[in-house]
C-alpha cells in the first residue's frame, strides 16, 4: 500500500476518508463497466476507488470470501472507511461480500447500491464458454489443413458445451467445471503476445481462471446480503434481475432490499442522469 493499492483504481480522489467503492466482475475483460460514464455525474464529495486487479490464484472449492480477501485488505489496509459500494452487474455479488466483510471490522455496513445486478446462471456459463472459442485453435492447428481442423474442432466443442448445458439441470458452478474440462480434455491453446509463455498453458489458465470464478461466484449465499441493497434496474428484459428470475424460473421473486426501475435500457444505465442522481442521493442518505 505504501504506493496505493494494486487491486484498485482511484478514479476520483478527495479530502474525505470515507471510500465509494465500484465494483465489476474482475474477469469481465472485454466490455467490463469502467463507471467512467456514471461517475463524473454523480457530484459526490466522496473518493472513488474502482476494482482493477485479480484476486490472484483460486481453486474451484475457495469461498467467495476468500476470494475477496485481498480486495477488502488493501481496503483495511489503507485505513478508510468504505460508505458506499456500487456495483454493476455480476460485480453485485463481489460488492456484497465485500460489504458485509468491510461491515464486520468498521462497525457499520456500507450502503450496497446494485445496478442492474445478475446471479450466475448456466445460460451464463456457457456464454463464457463461448467467448473463449474464438482464440481456441484445435490441438492439430499446425497441420497442412489447419483452417478445416480448427474450424471443425471449434463447432464440435460448441455443440459439446451446448449438450452440457442442456443436461446441467441449472446447476452452473458443475457446468463450469464440465466445460472447463471440455476445453482442457481438447487440448486447448490461446494466442498470446507474450514470449516464451506456452500456448496451450496459457489457455488454460485462462479458461480456468474465469469459469472457475463463475463457480465461485454461483456458490455464494448473496441473497440474504442483498436484503440491505438497493437495486437500480433497467428495463431491459433479458438483463439484471429480469434475467435472473426467468432463469430461477421466479417471476415475482424478492431478490433486493428494495429496487427501483429506469425507463432505459442495459446499454445506458451506466449513461443516464436520473440513474445517477438516484445514486448520488442515496450514498449521500
Known amino acids: 500500500m505504501a504506493n496505493g493499492p494494486e487491486r484498485w483504481e482511484e478514479i476520483r480522489s478527495t479530502r474525505s476518508g470515507e471510500l465509494v467503492l465500484a465494483i465489476g466482475w474482475p474477469s469481465a475483460e472485454q466490455g467490463g463497466p469502467h463507471f467512467a460514464d456514471l461517475i463524473p455525474l454523480l457530484g459526490s464529495r466522496y473518493p472513488v476507488w474502482r476494482i482493477a486487479g ?9 469461498s467467495i470470501e476468500k476470494y475477496a480477501g485481498p480486495w477488502v485488505q488493501e481496503i483495511r489496509d489503507s485505513v478508510s ?11 453485485g455479488i463481489l460488492a456484497a461480500v465485500i460489504s458485509e466483510m468491510v461491515g464486520q471490522w468498521q462497525g457499520y455496513f456500507p450502503e450496497v447500491l446494485l445496478i442492474d445486478p445478475e446471479l450466475v446462471d448456466t445460460d451464463l456459463v456457457y456464454d463464457e464458454f463461448l467467448s473463449l472459442l474464438p482464440d481456441v485453435p484445435a490441438t492439430a492447428a499446425g497441420s497442412a489443413d489447419a483452417a478445416d481442423v480448427v474450424g471443425a474442432e471449434v463447432k464440435r466443442l460448441r455443440e459439446r458445451g451446448a449438450e452440457l448445458t442442456a443436461a446441467s439441470g441449472g446447476d452452473a458452478a458443475a457446468l463450469a467445471a464440465d466445460l472447463y474440462a471440455l476445453l482442457r480434455d481438447a487440448g486447448a491453446r490461446i494466442r498470446t503476445p507474450e514470449p516464451g509463455v ?22 455464494a449465499d448473496v441473497i440474504r446480503l442483498w436484503d440491505r441493497g438497493t437495486a437500480l434496474c433497467s428495463s431491459s428484459r433479458e438483463r439484471g434481475l429480469s434475467r435472473t428470475r426467468a432463469a430461477l424460473l421466479l ?3 424478492a431478490l433486493v432490499g428494495r429496487e427501483i426501475t429506469f425507463d432505459i435500457d442495459h446499454e445506458g444505465i451506466l449513461k443516464d442522469a436520473a440513474v445517477a442522481r438516484t445514486v448520488y442521493e442515496l450514498i449521500g442518505a
Do not use: C, K, M, Y
Not at 55 to 60: E, H, I, K, R, V
Not at 214 to 219: N, Q, S, T, V, W
Open 81 to 91: 472507511t468504505v460508505r458506499a459500494v456500487l456495483a454493476h452487474g455480476l460485480g
Open 54 to 62: 485479480q484476486s490472484g490464484p483460486t481453486d474451484w472449492d475457495t
Open 198 to 219: 506456452p500456448a496451450a498453458e496459457n489457455a488454460l489458465a485462462r479458461a480456468e481462471s474465469r469459469l472457475s470464478e463463475l463457480a465461485i461466484a454461483d456458490r
Open 251 to 253: 417471476p415475482e421473486a
